[in-house]
């Protein structure tokens, strides 16, 4: 790699409004963290969820990202966002509150959770969105990376935590007490972004609300624009991968191995940690040796993965074996989620920001629910093991996809990101 010189990173801290908004994600992340460890738990444990059921759970689980991303960036880029997070966070206190209760008092079914998940991730994708385009009027242009190296170090310090805490009171209370810590999360959110004082500039979008016109318009940038495009591509892969591999894991974990299910949300965990680790480094990183090239080699951390599918006896070696390519595969894809995520911001136009995200959102995710559904039918078909296989080989090929940004020389000059008069490429 060549060096180049790195500039000193701008502090977000010092907004009161951001620290707010920092907070109040960070708890309601941290809470999700947990639902996602515990819901395919309480799904396999509790009701006895087989590996067609697990993955139909999950398919319902990540549908609301097939299309509603598209009708949500466009609502997003007429409208103030806080509204949005706001009413977004008290859907799900409401929906999350409902599947714990039913949990507890034993009248919780498999259709019904998937219902419920499915509504509550419909909101979800509506939060998700607005927060990407919410952010960048807390901080300076300047401030951006270091904001979102922070948003970044949220999600995976959540990711790190989320799965303990999930796992320690599944074991003690059981899953379903689990979905109500995440309602509580959702309520902190509430509280702490109805404190912000900040005034939100009025959207720059005006007229007439043409929804087809406006969503190809944010699918339209997305194509022309290589780095974003070559990123969109290597989420679809990645997250429907993941995906695949996600379901027949923890089948393979709990039913194969016999690991308990305590120990495998703390071995689920530990990619958490090295996705913390991961987004706290990658601006020092970027600024040094450039965005493109540090995407480039860092994408190849998933390659580890391949070990999982090798093991296959509970011991003390094969947990701390998943910990550790876990870890290493979380370093990998918390540094190249900041990255990309900043530059998708500044090359992108602040009144297309909505349909932008909203645009590559929907391609990143719509991998999640085929490949649930996949790694669901594949782990019925022809074994835990093998739909593993199938798994892990197709995460650490997805790396393959964002080779354009090797050759992207404006992502790689001293400065890139300093402000968001980058030339739009």
């Known amino acids: 790699m060549n060096a180049v010189l790195p500039a000193k990173a701008p502090s977000p801290w010092r907004s009161s409004a951001f ?33 067609i ?17 598209l009708i949500a960036g466009v609502h997003l880029d007429r409208r103030r966002r806080r509204p949005v997070l706001l009413l977004c966070d008290v859907v799900r206190l409401i929906l999350l509150t409902l599947a ?3 949990g507890l008092s034993g009248t919780l079914s498999l259709p019904t959770l998937a219902i419920l998940a499915f509504l509550a991730q419909s909101a979800t994708v509506f939060s998700q969105i607005g927060e990407q385009v919410y952010l960048p009027s ?13 948003m970044g170090a949220s999600r995976s310090a959540a990711t790190l935590a989320g799965p303990g805490i999930a796992g320690l009171i599944v074991q003690v209370f059981g899953p379903p007490l689990a979905l109500l ?5 959702y309520l902190i959110s509430l509280l702490t972004l109805g404190a912000i004082r900040q005034a939100e500039p009025s959207p720059e979008k005006a007229g007439n609300l043409q929804i087809i016109t406006e969503i190809v318009e944010g699918l339209a940038f997305v194509w022309r624009t290589r780095q974003i495009r070559a990123s969109a591509l290597f989420g679809l892969l990645f997250n429907g991968f993941w995906q695949l591999m996600t379901v027949p894991f923890l089948l393979y974990a709990l039913t194969d191995v016999r ?11 530990c990619a958490g940690a090295g996705a913390l680790f991961g987004s706290l480094l990658a601006p020092r990183l970027a600024r040094r040796f450039g965005y493109g090239r540090t995407i480039v080699v ?30 290493v595969s979380g370093v990998t894809g918390g540094m190249v989620n900041v990255l990309i995520l900043t530059v998708r911001t500044i090359l992108t136009p602040n009144d297309l920001l909505g349909r932008v995200s909203a645009s590559v959102r929907l391609i990143m995710y719509g991998g999640l629910p085929l490949g649930a559904l996949t790694g669901g039918t594949l782990a019925h078909t022809f074994g835990h093991r093998s739909a593993l296989w199938v798994g892990v080989i197709g995460v650490a090929g997805s790396a393959v996809t964002l080779l354009p940004f090797r050759n992207s020389p404006e992502l790689n000059r001293p400065g890139f990101g300093g402000d968001f008069g980058v030339p739009r490429v």
């Open 19 to 51: 620290v707010l908004f920092w907070t109040g994600r960070s708890v309601s992340l941290t809470g999700s963290a947990v639902t996602s460890v515990a819901l395919p738990l309480l799904a396999a444990v509790t009701l006895d969820a087989g590996p």
């Open 298 to 327: 860092a994408s190849a951390g998933h390659l580890p993965l391949l070990i999982i599918p090798l093991t296959g006896h509970s011991s003390a070696v094969t947990i701390a074996g998943w910990a550790t390519v876990l870890a």
């Open 259 to 269: 690991i308990a299910a305590g120990w495998w949300s703390l071995v689920w965990g």
């Open 181 to 185: 810590v995440d309602a509580v999360s």
């Open 100 to 102: 714990g209760v039913l």
């Open 138 to 150: 807390l901080v300076d242009g300047e401030q951006l990376l270091a904001a979102n190296s922070a």
């Open 53 to 69: 059921g697990l993955g139909l759970l999950e398919a319902c689980v990540w549908l609301p990202f097939l299309g509603l991303p």
